[in-house]
């Protein structure tokens, strides 16, 4: 089976994130896997269930997620452990959701998912195994999304690395910058 890395788009992205790209032009050694996720009209226990049946079927050496990728890949450490690198995880998405969208905009979502989020929140993410070393975070200092990574830090101290950058916001567009720290994580 070949040594694969896994990543994990974030909200409004798909398999073909620009992200993703540079992570396996960085990586050719290694197989690369970037699936759509529709996190807007699938159940997120359905997503992670997706996450862990790929993790399983390949040799993944790293998970990288950025945003909501970064939260369904700290989630993942619920069920299999597996390094992962959360770029400007989103670490709460129900107040996320109730701050970027409203029912009035968006009522199928709430009707139908919004409950679920919630669910998975408080059953899967709050119980990640901690401290974990698998957990590794790249923040950006001047993300315009999520704010201060603080709570973050806190949360997953004394777990793996954690690497802060400026310049970069929420889409953390330095990304090319962390190709050392991600073979150090790769490599252990």
């Not at 032009?25 to 359905?46: L, N, V």
């Not at 709430?110 to 590794?136: A, R």
């Not at 777990?159 to 567009?173: A, K, P, Q, Y």
């Amino acid at each position: 089976m070949e040594k694969s890395l896994l990543y994990l788009h974030g909200y409004n992205s798909n398999g073909n994130a620009f992200k993703a790209q540079q992570l396996h032009a960085m990586f050719p050694e290694y197989g690369f896997i970037s699936p759509d996720f529709h996190y807007k009209t699938t159940a997120p226990r359905d997503v992670l269930r997706q996450i862990v049946e790929i993790v399983k079927s390949n040799d993944i050496r790293l998970i990288v997620g950025s945003s909501t990728g970064g939260y369904y890949g700290l989630s993942v450490l619920s069920e299999v452990q597996v390094p992962v690198l959360a770029v400007n995880p989103v670490t709460n998405s129900p107040e996320l959701f109730r701050h970027m969208v409203t029912r009035e905009q968006d009522p199928f979502f709430y009707d139908n998912f919004y409950d679920k989020y919630v669910d998975f929140q408080e059953n899967v993410f709050e119980k990640i195994p901690l401290p974990n070393k698998n957990v590794n975070l790249a923040l950006a200092l001047d993300d315009d999304l999520l704010g201060s990574h603080e709570p973050t830090k806190q949360r997953f101290a004394n777990c793996g690395h954690v690497i802060e950058m400026d310049g970069c916001g929420h889409h953390f567009t330095r990304f090319g910058d962390l190709g050392p720290f991600i073979k150090l994580i790769v490599e252990g």
